[in-house]
């Protein structure tokens, strides 16, 4: 049973950093590119970062290029986004994911709130 558990989100500052993780179980972590997508209220889901299966290369949506970092571990089945410089407009429920024959799984998400 494909399973994904995000965690690290919180209330941070504007200007802050958070960094979330994403634990993977049930598939061979490894074999699959991974994937972070948000999405605020009122609005669409959004890609935020891509990673394949061995760690590079990434891509980044314009915004969060040079802010955001998307990594993994493959030895704890783990995928990190790393987030600085975060704006208001951050603001979101974080979600991570990765696509198995066609089909996706995601996590449950975490929220993330960048206030004063």
């Known amino acids: 049973q494909v399973q994904l558990v995000e965690s690290g989100g919180g209330l941070v500052q504007p200007g802050g950093s958070l960094r979330l993780s994403c634990a993977a179980s049930?598939?061979?972590?490894?074999?699959?590119?991974m994937s972070w997508s948000r999405q605020a209220p009122g609005k669409a889901r959004e890609c935020v970062a891509s990673i394949n299966s061995t760690g590079g290369p990434t891509n980044y949506a314009d915004s969060m290029k040079g802010r955001f970092s998307i990594s993994r571990d493959n030895a704890k089945n783990t995928a990190y986004l790393q987030m600085n410089s975060l704006k208001p407009e951050d603001t979101a429920v974080y979600y991570c994911?990765?696509?198995?024959?066609?089909?996706?799984?995601w996590g449950q998400g975490t929220q993330v709130t960048v206030s004063s």
């Open positions: 994911k990765t696509q198995i024959w066609g089909i996706d799984y």
């Open positions: 049930g598939f061979p972590f490894s074999y699959y590119a």
